[in-house]
């Protein structure tokens, strides 16, 4: 079998095994890199950027896994770097993936201002394209899930809640739902902190979400402050 067509078979086994959260695929990545001494631009950045993919699930280094990612990019996007604006540039969807990723790690680095410039960057995209997440392997829900995060730490209060209710909106109008009870939690401790009560009753209601789906973490940390915002779990 040509080396092209089997890697298309591994990669096709590597995202089955992530969207079964298996980040087993050490193997697999072994097997992509050694089907022939050659890789199409494409190929490079899909190893390149699931190998770091790989890392970010097991406890490898933040800044060696972002210069992973970034260098990722930059087989398809040449020059980018990390202050490039990507707000007027149409991104393919691998490309996205990609740029989310690196967005995450440099909040991990501590960089929140720019994690939320950058994500702020593809948040605006989606909107302005009018990109369908029905299509998309990346969806709004997820990119609105992590900027609302990243808003409500940073006090930027207002503009969190309406970015977590547009999340909330895609996840229901695309049949999303992975990321709604995040994002409905993520909504509460808003309110709380622009001071409405509703917030309470929304807390409460994410609690009952998490033990639904048996996410004993996320009902943990929603427990630690149950004092502070409602009487949960009981």
């Known amino acids: 079998m040509p080396a092209q067509y089997k890697r298309i078979q591994i990669e096709q086994e590597i995202n089955k095994r992530i969207n079964a959260d298996d980040y087993e695929f050490k193997d697999l990545l072994e097997a992509y890199k050694n089907c022939s001494n050659d890789m199409s631009e494409r190929e490079e950045q899909f190893y390149l950027y699931e190998s770091a993919y790989y890392k970010s699930k097991h406890n490898g280094e933040n800044a060696v896994i972002l210069a992973d990612f970034i260098q990722a990019l930059q087989k398809t996007f040449e020059g980018y770097t990390v202050q490039t604006d990507i707000e007027n540039i149409v991104l393919m969807p691998d490309e996205m993936i990609i740029f989310y990723n690196i967005a995450y790690c440099l909040c991990r680095e501590g960089k929140r201002q720019q994690a939320i410039t950058a994500a702020n960057q593809l948040y605006k995209l989606y909107q302005k394209y009018d990109l369908m997440d029905s299509i998309m392997p990346l ?43 995040y994002l409905l939690h993520t909504k509460s401790l808003i309110l709380l902190g622009l001071g409405k009560e509703e917030g309470r009753i929304l807390f409460k209601r994410t609690y009952m979400f998490f033990e639904a789906l048996g996410n004993k973490e996320m009902m943990a940390e929603i427990n630690l402050h149950k004092e502070v915002f409602y009487e949960c779990g009981k």
Do not use: E
Request: aromatic letters at 4%; one cysteine or more.
């Open 139 to 181: 969806g709004l829900d997820a990119i609105a899930r992590m900027l609302s995060q990243w808003l409500l730490a940073d006090g930027q209060l207002d503009m969190a809640l309406q970015v977590a209710d547009k999340g909330c909106a895609s996840c229901t109008k695309y049949g999303r739902m992975k990321n709604l009870p």
